[in-house]
């Protein structure tokens, strides 16, 4: 089966490319700011690529409103913790609110 074509989503103005990868070293899914790509592996069922596809759009937004320095540390890896613990509060609350009103998903779990 030959790899699905990367579909793309905007937000702030960007075009994020997202694409379904085999594998991720370490995780299901990651955001590569430098590329505006949203990796989501396949190994998943439909309902956890879409969580972990909102939870990356998290991270994009918060890079894209330059939001990082927010997260406070006195290392780098204590900020990055920061914004993890932060994301992994807001990917629930995002996919409730979307779910709970009754917003289509569609053109989400179409790029998934």
């Known amino acids: ?13 960007y075009k994020l490319q997202v694409r379904r990868v085999k594998e991720i ?3 299901d899914a990651d955001y590569i700011p430098s ?12 309902e956890q690529r ?4 909102l939870h990356e759009l998290i991270h994009a937004m918060i890079t894209k409103q330059s939001l990082t320095k927010y997260f406070v540390g006195r290392t780098r890896e204590a900020k990055e913790k920061n ?3 932060f994301v ?3 990917e629930p609350a995002l996919m409730s609110l979307l779910k709970d ?7 989400f779990e179409d790029v998934i």
Do not use: Q, V, W, Y
């Open 1 to 13: 089966m030959a790899p699905r074509k990367p579909r793309e989503l905007k937000l702030l103005g």
């Open 25 to 27: 070293r370490d995780a």
């Open 35 to 46: 590329h505006d790509e949203i990796r989501i592996g396949s190994n998943m069922s439909p």
């Open 50 to 53: 879409l969580s972990r596809l």
């Open 83 to 85: 914004e993890e613990m």
């Open 88 to 90: 992994e509060l807001m």
């Open 101 to 107: 009103n009754g917003i289509d998903l569609g053109p």
